[in-house]
C-alpha cells in the first residue's frame, strides 16, 4: 500500500524529497503557498558539496543535469582589506567540482523537472493524530488528511509548531541584500574586482561580499551586529535613501568597495535568525521537519546542501523501506539531529568568526578551511 505523503515547501529540501520519490515511482503531494514558481525572486547563488548537495541529486538521477548548469569557476575567492589591498586570491582548479555554484533559480527548475507541485495552497497549520491521519489545514479554508507530512517550508515553518515549540530567535548579526545587473559591461571595473566567484571584505564586526551569479548578475551583502530594529530611522523601501546610508556603516573602507553598493538597485533587509543549535523533539508519527524548519543556522553555505541531503535520504529510505514510513522517519530524524547539530555548532562558531571585532578571526577561517 501507498500512503499518502505531503511535502509543505518547494525549497531546495522540499523538492528534492519529491524527485527522488517521483524517481522511485512513489507518489507525493507538494504543497506551495506561492502561486507560482516565478511569483519571487529565486535568491542568489548555492554552492553544492560533493557529498551533500551533489550527493542528493545523484540520488535524484539528476548529477549530470547539474554539472552541465553549475560553474566551477564560481568557487574563486578573493579577500580584500578594507583598503583595497588584496589579502587572498584563491582560484580553483579547471577539474575541482567540490562545490561549483548554481543559482537558485536553476536549481529550482532543475528539481521542478516533472514535478506537480499544487501552487497557491499556503498551509496554516497541522495537527497529527486524527481518525484519518494528520490533518492539514489551508489559508482558504479546506482541509486534507495524509498519512505523513513533511514540513520543509523554512525558517517560520507552519509545520513545525507540530512537533516542537520552538521558534527562531536572532543572532545578534543582520544582512542588506542588493544586485548589480549586467555588472560586465555596465560596471566593469567592478566586474574584475570581484573576479570569478565571490569577494569579502571584513572589517570590525562589519563584512561586504559580492557574489557572482550567471548572466552578468551580482548579489552584494553587507553583513554587521546590530539590534534587530537598528533600521527604524530608515524607511528600507527607499533604495536611494539605503544606497546614501548604507556606505557610512563602512566609512574609511576603500571606494572601490563601497560603489558596489553605491551601484546596488533595490535593498532587502536579511535579519540572521536561528534555532537552537541542539534543537531536536519527540518523534511525532505523522509529521516530520528537513532544513531551516528543523535546524535553522547561520546562512554559511551548508543550510541548502543539508536541507537536500536529508529530503534525498528520508524520500530514499521510505521509497526502499520494507513499508513502515513511521520507522523510516523516526531513524531519519535521529541521523538528521545528530549531523545538523554538529553543523550548527560550526556554522554558529564561523559566524561569530566572520563577522568579529577581530577581521584577523575572518581571514584566519578562511585559511582554515581553504588554504592559500
Do not use: C
Given at each position: ?40 525572486p529565486?535568491?542568489?547563488?548555492l554552492?553544492?558539496h ?5 550527493l542528493?541529486l545523484?540520488?535524484?538521477g ?45 536549481l529550482?527548475?532543475?528539481l ?14 497541522v495537527v ?67 573576479g ?94 528537513l ?22 535520504e ?59
Amino acid at each position: 500500500m501507498r500512503h499518502r505523503i505531503a511535502v509543505v515547501g518547494s525549497g531546495p529540501a522540499g523538492l528534492t524529497f519529491a524527485r527522488v520519490l517521483h524517481r522511485h515511482d512513489y507518489p507525493v503531494a507538494v504543497l506551495e503557498r506561492d502561486p507560482a514558481p516565478d511569483a519571487r525572486p529565486p535568491g542568489g547563488t548555492l554552492d553544492l558539496h560533493e557529498g551533500m548537495g551533489q550527493l542528493a541529486l545523484d540520488k535524484a538521477g539528476l548529477l549530470a543535469e547539474f554539472r552541465a548548469l553549475s560553474r566551477p569557476e564560481g568557487q574563486a575567492m578573493r579577500i580584500l582589506d578594507t583598503d583595497g589591498t588584496v589579502l587572498r586570491d584563491w582560484q580553483p582548479r579547471p577539474d575541482d567540482r567540490a562545490n561549483p555554484e548554481i543559482d537558485r533559480g536553476q536549481l529550482r527548475d532543475l528539481l521542478l523537472g516533472p514535478l506537480d507541485v499544487q501552487w497557491g495552497r499556503g498551509v496554516t497549520r497541522v495537527v497529527p493524530g486524527t481518525r484519518d491521519g494528520v490533518l492539514v489545514h489551508f489559508a482558504d479554508g479546506r482541509q486534507e488528511t495524509f498519512d505523513l507530512v513533511v514540513g520543509a517550508d523554512g525558517a517560520w515553518s507552519r509545520v513545525r509548531p507540530a512537533v516542537s515549540p520552538v521558534v527562531p530567535h536572532y543572532s545578534g548579526v543582520t544582512s542588506i541584500e542588493t544586485s548589480l545587473d549586467d555588472v560586465d559591461t555596465r560596471h566593469p571595473d567592478l566586474a574584475r574586482l570581484i573576479g570569478d566567484g565571490s569577494l569579502a571584505v571584513y572589517g570590525v564586526n562589519r563584512s561586504l561580499v559580492a557574489q557572482r551569479n550567471s548572466g552578468g548578475h551580482v548579489k552584494v551583502y553587507a553583513k554587521f551586529r546590530a539590534p534587530l530594529d537598528w533600521h527604524t530611522h530608515l524607511d528600507l523601501a527607499d533604495a536611494e535613501a539605503v544606497r546614501s546610508s548604507l556606505p557610512t556603516l563602512f566609512d574609511g573602507w576603500a571606494a572601490p568597495v563601497l560603489d558596489l553598493l553605491r551601484n546596488g538597485t533595490a535593498f532587502v533587509h536579511r535579519p540572521f535568525h536561528v534555532l537552537p543549535v541542539s534543537h531536536a523533539w519527540a518523534h511525532v508519527p505523522g509529521v516530520t521537519l528537513l532544513g531551516d524548519a528543523a535546524h535553522l543556522m547561520p546562512p554559511l553555505g551548508v543550510g541548502a546542501n543539508l536541507a537536500m541531503l536529508e529530503g534525498a535520504e528520508l524520500a530514499e529510505s521510505i521509497a526502499t523501506g520494507p513499508g513502515d514510513p513511521d520507522g523510516a522517519v523516526r531513524a531519519f530524524e535521529e541521523q538528521m539531529w545528530a549531523r545538523a547539530g554538529k553543523w550548527a555548532k560550526i556554522t554558529a562558531a564561523g559566524l561569530e568568526r566572520l563577522v568579529s571585532p577581530d577581521p584577523a578571526e575572518a581571514l584566519a577561517l578562511f585559511d582554515q578551511v581553504q588554504p592559500s
